[in-house]
């Protein structure tokens, strides 16, 4: 992806290590549209979990691109508007983490739930193949149990309306813990990041080991 889009790719991007495009083994690419929690704001690229999946991905030999494409401080409006353009380049693979600066903002659930809604639309017809993987976030404690019990809900629903999959919350086992993350307390440190590349793999690996084996779908 152009760096004009704040996307970056992952570690392990030099193509004389993978066979040549069109090959039953070519590289499959998982595109990971998200924010600063995807982008690793306050951290080195190659610390980000992005490239630490890409890692993982590299050591057990399968053949996939991991594309960064977090932008700091996105909305799912931000991100909606940006997918026409991210979705001109292959994905097999879409991880859609937003929503959690709506959260932040208190917005409304109802149009955080319609952009959800939205996105996941764009990349059923864009790329009709595609895996599509939504990243469970959630609302700051502060707002409200009424808020966050909406904004848990609405991933969970729109996953079900739109008949893909949601993932386990993005900072399980992160969030809330001053040892892994920055001073800011929102945005993970390197210790931090392994954990969350691990939430990731979990949701990520059976769906990477499935491509691996079938024809580019993009």
Do not use: C
């Not at 994905?91 to 983490?97: K, L, Q, S, T």
């Not at 469970?136 to 609405?154: C, R, V």
């Amino acid at each position: 992806m152009p760096s004009a889009s704040g996307a970056q790719t992952g570690a392990g991007s030099d193509s004389s290590q993978f066979p040549v495009p069109g090959s039953r083994s070519a590289r499959k690419t998982v595109l990971i549209v998200g924010t600063s929690l995807t982008a690793g704001l306050g951290l080195d690229p190659e610390e980000a979990y992005p490239a630490l999946l890409q890692r993982k991905a590299d050591s057990l030999g399968l053949h996939v691109e991991i594309v960064n494409a977090g932008l700091s401080g996105e909305t799912s409006a931000g991100a909606l508007r940006r997918m026409d353009w991210l979705l001109r380049g292959p994905a097999d693979v879409v991880i859609i983490e937003t929503g959690a600066n709506d959260g932040l903002r208190g917005l409304d659930v109802d149009s955080t739930r319609a952009n959800l809604r939205s996105i996941v639309g764009k990349v059923k017809a864009a790329r009709p193949a595609a895996r599509i993987l939504l990243a469970q976030m959630e609302a700051p404690p502060n707002l409200g149990a009424k808020y966050t019990s909406a904004f848990h809900a609405m991933y969970q629903d729109v996953a079900r309306e739109t008949a893909t999959e949601v993932m386990p919350f993005l900072l399980a086992g992160v969030a809330g813990i001053a040892s892994l993350n920055q001073p800011d307390g929102m945005h993970p440190n390197e210790k931090g990041e392994q954990i969350v590349a691990n939430n990731v793999w979990a949701a990520l690996e059976p769906v990477l080991k499935q491509l691996d084996a079938s024809p580019t779908a993009s």
